[in-house]
């Protein structure tokens, strides 16, 4: 909406001159009346305004035009405007109705930005039947109104840009004379003949959304995606989303596409079975359910993409302008950038079938400065997407100059145009907007053919990346009126960069001085790359010892491109989560596999084995491991025939293996063991894991007295066997003796029959040589000395 203001153009005739000063002597009649208390007859209403409505009133009428059609007219034309009216002042409006004043040709681009101000200018009533007439418009009331003027009634002349403007005429109570209460301005192309040479057009489509999908993966061997959230990306995807509208309009328009390979692979993940994180929780997921959205919009857009022109910008589409104010003093960084380039094409070509061009390199808002130019063409482009605010113009042409232009190194720039590219920005869902919008647009794509109506120059214009569904109308809209326009033709943006540049246009980068401050608040600070570095290193050392790597390095790798978005800007926050939570998920499956704590252990004896448990929770075996087994006290514990050992490990997914280490005591006592896994190329892999080992040794004395304890036992079973086979053999002997010769009878004295001997008797016997010592020593009766042990 605009407040009410006179026009702004070029100086004004004498007549003209002389219709104001009438008009100011007109307008200051009711007061010199009212001093002099004389009659002051109130001017009559007619149909056509007085001299006295030039004359700027109290500008309290906001008047907004919805609609103006056709937007390009022609000859035989009929010019129709709508809109609508708002009275905001304290006072009712009466005798009030809404006009259109044209006023004249303008002179330049230049011309179109100050005449679009809210600065008075001047221009012709049309007045007659064309108005729109309102008894009395009260305060606060919205009206509409509607007008239709034949084009030949607008006394058009030569080709052009003119100014158009909506005024809303009245009274007041405290001025109760016509004058001018409201206006809107806006701007009529006039080209009703083709032009002689057409400016070669080319308008780049984005399809570019936020980072969608997580690092995170189904353990399944689909690899079932996780998405952070589905909702908003399903919101855009649905009938009046933005990327539908985007699609919708786009398929009918001629046009470049630019997509974010991201976008694509997030839309195809979402078409099949995914996931979708609970509360931004990994660990808690629920099934997503918008494949039928997904799959409508993919399909749509294969279509609409055949056989047309389509540039893909690396997947994720980095932030060029922070790696290179941030990234370039963090190793690693370009690396990804590299890798966002390569993967891009292929993403592309999978999922749409069609072969995209990676040439392209498009920093934010077209901002460059040489440290931008160098990161933009290290990853293979050797184009890069500029705008006319950045790479100005030094005035050497009086035109605007075709867009390619070599800046040096063997790398070219595009140049698109500023007031084209920016001409669609804000809010668009208001009609008054969107119309002026396009009326500006159509009037610079105009007045720029017409700088050098002669010659053929290509003109690409890039709006921003992200279009809201109301902008993407406007644009459509716009775009289709200048199709259809007699002064400029499609092309493709391979053609724009293919064009012969202008031997005088600028060529020089700027300095990093003149890159936007506001932009440059905006970046990833370098904190951001740091730990994007820190996430690849621990990368790295974990998908050395996978089995089949390509399920954690693909997932990741995508995730650290996502990480470096341009679409970040803005939302710090937001980018830090997301950072957060790549690194936070990599170290939970890095802590997968690992050494299970062990407790102390005992070692009886000269030497012993250790097991020490290696664990994988993951779903895939894991190999090229090594687990070092250390003793801290080698001169009391020793691990093989050292101080360490140490022995491959393969471990299959879900399982845990038991290594064991040959261990030699050399002295008792506690010693501290360290148990470490190992990546084959000697890097530290998750955390150590120390236990102690008891040493209870046998000493060489124990052995001895052992030994000397067994050797008497033996010689005692030696003499006992000894003893026992002499008496049996002096029993056998007397038994012989005994015996009766020659078969003679044996005497009544038998030794059954014969008393037994006495003991005094047996007492008296000599004792046998022979004769088995006894068993047991006597006692021994005298006190037991000190530290021997007594018998008992």
Same mark, same amino acid.
């Given at each position: 909406?605009?407040e009410?203001?006179?026009f702004?153009?070029?100086?004004p005739?004498?007549?003209?001159?002389?219709l104001?000063r009438?008009?100011?002597?007109l307008?200051?009649a009711?007061?010199?009346?009212?001093?002099?208390?004389?009659?002051?007859?109130?001017?009559?209403?007619?149909?056509?305004?007085s001299?006295?409505a030039?004359?700027?009133?109290?500008?309290t009428v906001?008047?907004?035009l919805?609609?103006l059609?056709?937007?390009?007219?022609s000859?035989?034309?009929?010019?129709?405007v709508?809109?609508?009216?708002?009275?905001?002042?304290?006072?009712?409006?009466?005798?009030?109705?809404?006009?259109?004043?044209?006023?004249p040709?303008?002179?330049?681009?230049?011309a179109i930005?100050?005449?679009?101000?809210?600065?008075?200018?001047?221009g012709?009533?049309?007045g007659?039947?064309?108005?729109a007439?309102f008894a009395?418009l009260a305060?606060?009331?919205?009206q509409t109104?509607s007008i239709?003027v034949?084009?030949?009634?607008?006394?058009?002349?030569?080709?052009g840009?003119?100014?158009?403007?909506?005024?809303l005429?009245?009274?007041t109570a405290?001025?109760?004379?016509?004058?001018?209460l409201?206006?809107?301005?806006?701007f009529?192309?006039?080209?009703?003949e083709?032009?002689g040479?057409k400016s070669?057009?080319?308008?780049l489509?984005?399809?570019i959304s936020?980072?969608?999908?997580?690092?995170?993966?189904?353990?399944?061997?689909?690899?079932?995606?996780?998405?952070a959230?589905?909702d908003?990306?399903?919101?855009?995807?649905s009938?009046?989303?933005?990327l539908?509208r985007?699609?919708?309009?786009?398929k009918?328009l001629?046009?470049t596409?630019?997509?974010?390979?991201?976008?694509?692979?997030s839309?195809d993940?979402m078409?099949r079975s995914?996931?979708v994180?609970?509360?931004g929780?990994?660990k808690?997921?629920t099934?997503?359910?918008?494949?039928?959205?997904?799959?409508?919009?993919?399909s749509?857009?294969?279509?609409a993409?055949?056989?047309e022109e389509?540039?893909?910008?690396?997947f994720?589409?980095?932030?060029?302008?922070?790696?290179?104010?941030s990234?370039t003093?963090?190793a690693?960084s370009?690396?990804?950038?590299k890798?966002?380039t390569t993967?891009?094409?292929?993403?592309?070509?999978?999922?749409?079938?069609?072969?995209p061009?990676?040439?392209y390199?498009?920093?934010v808002?077209g901002a460059i400065?040489?440290?931008?130019v160098?990161?933009a063409t290290?990853?293979?482009?050797?184009?890069?997407?500029?705008?006319?605010?950045?790479?100005?113009?030094t005035?050497?042409?009086?035109y605007?100059?075709?867009?390619?232009?070599p800046?040096?190194?063997?790398t070219?720039?595009v140049?698109?145009?500023?007031?084209?590219?920016t001409?669609?920005?804000?809010d668009?869902?208001?009609?008054?907007?969107s119309?002026?919008?396009?009326?500006r647009?159509l009037?610079q794509?105009?007045?720029?053919?017409?700088?050098a109506?002669?010659?053929?120059r290509?003109v690409?214009?890039?709006?921003?990346?992200?279009?809201?569904?109301?902008?993407?109308?406007?644009m459509?809209?716009? $775009? /289709?009126?200048?199709q +259809?326009?007699?002064?400029?033709?499609? #092309?493709? !943006? @391979?053609a724009?960069?293919?064009?012969?540049p202008d031997?005088?246009a600028?060529?020089r980068v700027?300095?990093?001085?003149?890159?936007?401050?506001s932009?440059?608040?905006?970046e990833?600070p370098?904190t951001?790359?740091?730990q994007?570095k820190?996430?690849q290193?621990?990368?790295?050392?974990?998908?050395?010892?996978?089995?089949?790597?390509?399920r954690v390095v693909?997932p990741?790798?995508?995730?650290?491109?996502?990480?470096?978005?341009?679409s970040?800007?803005?939302?710090a926050?937001?980018a830090?989560?997301?950072?957060?939570?790549?690194e936070k998920?990599?170290?939970e $499956? /890095?802590e997968s596999? +690992?050494l299970?704590?062990?407790?102390? #252990?005992? !070692? @009886?004896?000269?030497?012993?084995?250790?097991?020490v448990?290696?664990?994988?929770?993951?779903?895939q075996?894991?190999?090229?491991?090594v687990?070092?087994?250390t003793?801290k006290?080698?001169?009391?514990l020793?691990i093989g025939?050292?101080v360490?050992?140490?022995?491959?490990?393969?471990?299959?997914?879900?399982?845990?293996?038991?290594?064991?280490f040959t261990t030699?005591?050399?002295?008792?006592g506690?010693?501290?063991?360290?148990a470490?896994?190992?990546t084959?190329?000697?890097?530290?892999?998750g955390p150590?894991?120390?236990?102690?080992?008891?040493?209870t040794?046998?000493?060489?004395?124990v052995?001895?007295?052992?030994?000397?304890?067994?050797?008497?036992l033996?010689?005692?079973?030696f003499r006992?066997?000894?003893?026992?086979k002499?008496e049996?053999?002096?029993?056998?002997?007397?038994e012989a003796a005994?015996?009766?010769?020659?078969?003679a009878?044996?005497s009544?004295?038998t030794?059954g029959?014969?008393?037994?001997a006495?003991?005094?008797?047996k007492?008296?016997?000599p004792?046998?040589?022979s004769?088995?010592?006894p068993?047991?020593a006597?006692?021994?009766?005298?006190?037991?000395?000190?530290?021997?042990?007594?018998?008992?």
């Open positions: 909406m605009a009410a203001a006179d702004q153009g070029t100086s005739s004498p007549a003209r001159r002389w104001r009438t008009g100011a002597l307008a200051g009711p007061l010199l009346a009212g001093v002099l208390q004389l009659p002051a007859p109130a001017p009559s209403y007619a149909s056509e305004p001299a006295a030039e004359v700027g009133g109290s500008r906001d008047v907004s919805d609609s059609s056709p937007h390009v007219p000859d035989d034309d009929t010019l129709t709508s809109g609508r009216i708002i009275n905001k002042g304290k006072q009712a409006i009466t005798a009030a109705h809404v006009g259109l004043r044209v006023g040709t303008l002179e330049g681009r230049s930005d100050d005449a679009a101000k809210n600065d008075p200018y001047a012709t009533d049309v007659g039947k064309y108005v007439k009395r305060p606060g009331v919205a109104f239709s034949p084009v030949d009634k607008l006394d058009l002349g030569s080709d840009v003119y100014q158009l403007g909506v005024t005429t009245g009274r405290t001025a109760p004379y016509d004058q001018i409201g206006i809107e301005r806006t009529l192309p006039w080209q009703p083709a032009a040479a070669r057009t080319t308008y489509w984005p399809l936020t980072s969608h999908m997580t690092a995170e993966t189904g353990s399944n061997e689909q690899q079932t995606p996780v998405f959230d589905d908003r990306l399903a919101a855009e995807l009938p009046g989303g933005r539908e985007l699609l919708s309009l786009g009918d001629d046009i596409w630019v997509v974010d390979p991201d976008l694509l692979a839309v993940a078409t995914y996931r994180q609970v509360n929780s990994s808690t997921t099934a997503g359910t918008h494949q039928a959205v997904a799959k409508q919009w993919l749509e857009l294969e279509k993409v055949e056989d389509v540039v893909a910008l690396p994720a589409d980095p932030d060029l302008a922070s790696l290179a104010h990234g003093t963090v690693g370009l690396s990804h950038l890798d966002a993967v891009a094409g292929t993403t592309v070509e999978s999922i749409l079938h069609v072969t061009s990676t040439e390199a498009w920093p808002n400065d040489p440290s931008i160098k990161v290290s990853a293979g482009a050797d184009t890069v997407l500029s705008r006319s605010d950045s790479l100005r113009e005035g050497a042409l009086p605007t100059p075709s867009a390619a232009r800046i040096g190194g063997g070219s720039a140049v698109a145009d500023a007031r084209l590219s001409a669609f920005q804000g668009m869902t208001l009609a008054d907007n119309t002026l919008a396009v009326q647009f009037a794509s105009l007045m720029l053919t017409r700088q109506p002669d010659r053929e290509s690409v214009i890039a709006p921003q990346r992200m279009p809201t569904a109301s902008q993407a109308q406007t459509a809209q716009a $775009l /289709t009126e200048l +259809g326009g007699n002064w400029s033709q499609s #092309a493709e !943006l @391979s724009a960069t293919k064009a012969k031997a005088g600028t060529t700027p300095s990093a001085s003149s890159y936007p401050s932009l440059r608040k905006q990833l370098q951001a790359f740091g994007i820190g996430t290193k621990k990368l790295d050392s974990f998908q050395v010892i996978l089995a089949d790597k390509s693909t990741f790798g995508r995730a650290m491109d996502r990480s470096m978005s341009t970040w800007r803005g939302r926050v937001e830090a989560a997301y950072r957060d939570g790549v998920y990599l170290v $499956l /890095t596999v +690992g299970i704590d062990k407790s102390e #252990a005992k !070692l @009886s004896g000269r030497s012993a084995t250790i097991p448990t290696v664990q994988n929770n993951l779903v075996g894991v190999d090229h491991l687990l070092r087994l003793s006290q080698p001169s009391r020793s025939d050292g360490w050992e140490e022995h491959p490990v393969e471990v299959s997914g879900g399982h845990s293996q038991s290594v064991k030699n005591a050399h002295a008792n506690r010693a501290a063991v360290v470490q896994l190992y084959q190329d000697g890097e530290e892999y150590e894991v120390t236990f102690d080992v008891k040493v040794e046998i000493t060489p004395t052995m001895l007295v052992i030994a000397g304890g067994v050797l008497l033996v010689l005692a079973g006992m066997y000894t003893q026992r002499r049996a053999a002096r029993q056998a002997a007397q005994n015996t009766p010769a020659d078969g009878e044996s009544d004295d030794e029959d014969r008393e037994p006495s003991a005094e008797s007492a008296h016997d004792e046998h040589p004769d088995p010592s068993d047991t006597p006692e021994i009766t005298d006190p037991s000395g000190t530290g021997e042990r007594v018998d008992r």
